[in-house]
């Protein structure tokens, strides 16, 4: 079976104003247990604009190695339509991680608080990842 597709979706939106609403959200977020976008955290380490060295790394070693076909990172204001659906109909909250297989099935693979649990190390988050997928590929 072919490696999935990673979806890493934001808790943002792509736009300047969704860029400005982000920032102002992480500047005055007060519960470091409720971040205002994890995925932002391990993927942009906060406000930057641009991938940190350390995400840049690991997620290509990640796709080199064969986990997964590609990783796209995707803010809520640029999803396909059928993955919109999908969020919508399973009521899930953003930031969120799925997984796509070749017959297009979506599956979450993880949620906001397990993404909050990971405090921005990619490291970490690679490690557990790999896990997921793992259990997802099975079922």
């Known amino acids: ?15 300047v104003m969704g860029k400005l609403s982000y920032g102002y959200r992480k500047l ?5 247990d409720k971040p205002a976008c994890a995925a932002c955290d391990i993927t942009h380490g906060g406000l930057r604009l641009d991938e940190t060295a350390q995400w840049k790394s690991v997620k290509a070693d ?3 190695s064969g986990a997964v076909k ?3 990172q995707l803010h809520r204001d640029e999803l396909d339509t059928e993955t919109k659906a999908f969020v919508q109909s399973q009521s899930l ?19 906001e608080k397990q993404l909050a649990g990971f405090k921005g190390d990619s490291h970490a988050f690679l490690q557990i990842l790999k896990e997921r997928l793992a259990v997802v590929e099975e079922t």
């Open 93 to 111: 909250q953003y930031p969120m991680v799925l997984a796509q297989r070749e017959a297009g099935e979506l599956r979450v693979v993880m949620d």
């Open 28 to 32: 005055t977020s007060k519960d470091p």
């Open 70 to 72: 590609e990783v796209k």
């Open 1 to 15: 079976m072919a490696p999935p597709s990673l979806y890493i979706l934001y808790n943002a939106d792509a736009s």
């Open 62 to 64: 990640f796709v080199k």
